[in-house]
């Protein structure tokens, strides 16, 4: 199985507009691995992406992916889903709807039903923008998800956590657990033991964060976020063999550098970085 991270930015890009501070003036300046798109996973085995954030069609540029055929979707936040309208750039040509011709070859969109019904309130005044790319333009195809689908030999199964969803890939005794957003507090379950790799976002990363802010004990970040602590309690638990950190927060002030410095203070734990590849 081959992986590769399209973007392991957090809720708003890196660098972030108009900021001045030195993270963003060195991503500006450098470009990857310094700068990070919003946070997305490619499966090129499957020609898949999870999520669409606002910057989707420009990370899918960037890594020179050549061919979308499914997309997953893990909640509804904003930042996940608002780029959705690669679905147009992916699969709509204009020329052939001039002659009639409407697409033939729709993306197999794949969610669990609670994620479903909140894409379908996003909206404009014409009705769900999800509604419009599958019953107007044939551009997706949406399907619910209960548990687990079979793609071509591979199984991806799907965990419900509150309004988010937790991606396990498998095939051939190999094991990725993809986690980006919105899992805190991590479920128990089985099906996480002995995997290859846990990559896993909305995580705290030091307690000096950008501008040299202090994080205290109470603070309620704490209480929607993991801390590091917390992260290496979940790969001891499950025995996990590699941790990726991704949705890395531009709030947390770290750059590239910053991140492989913090490395060394962890066993078998990394930092994501956009065009970082996973091969199982």
């Known amino acids: 199985m081959e992986f590769q991270i399209l973007g392991s930015g957090g809720c708003v890009s890196l660098p972030k507009p108009l900021c001045r501070c030195r993270v963003c003036t060195e991503a500006r300046k450098k470009g990857v691995p310094y700068s990070r798109f919003g946070c997305s996973l490619y499966f090129k085995d499957l020609n898949l992406i999870v999520d669409t954030p606002e910057d989707i069609a420009h990370s899918l540029n960037y890594a020179n992916i050549e061919k979308v055929d499914t997309v997953l979707y893990s909640h509804m936040d904003p930042d996940h889903t608002l780029g959705m309208r690669v679905f147009e750039q992916l699969r709509l040509n204009w020329l052939e709807v001039s002659k009639g011709i409407e697409c033939k070859d729709p993306i197999r969109v794949l969610a669990m039903q609670h994620v479903i019904d909140d894409l379908n309130q996003i909206k404009s005044k014409y009705g769900p923008y999800m509604d419009y790319y599958e019953n107007v333009r044939n551009l997706i195809v949406m399907k619910s998800v209960d548990k687990f689908i079979e793609l071509k030999g591979m199984k991806i199964s799907f965990i419900k ?40 976002g909305n995580t705290i990363i030091g307690d000096t964060l950008k501008d040299g802010f202090k994080l205290e004990e109470n603070n309620l970040l704490k209480q929607e976020l993991f801390v590091m602590e917390e992260i290496v309690s979940i790969r001891k638990k499950y025995n996990i063999s590699k941790v990726i950190m991704t949705h890395l927060e531009e709030d947390w002030g770290k750059s590239y550098d910053d991140y492989l410095k913090l490395e060394k203070q962890y066993d078998n734990i990394q930092f994501a970085y956009d065009g970082m590849c996973i091969t199982l």
């Open 161 to 200: 956590v509150s309004l988010a969803t937790i991606f396990i890939f498998e095939s051939e005794n190999k094991k990725l657990i993809y986690a980006p957003c919105d899992v805190k507090p991590f479920p128990n379950n089985e099906k996480f033991y002995n995997a290859d790799y846990l990559i896993i």
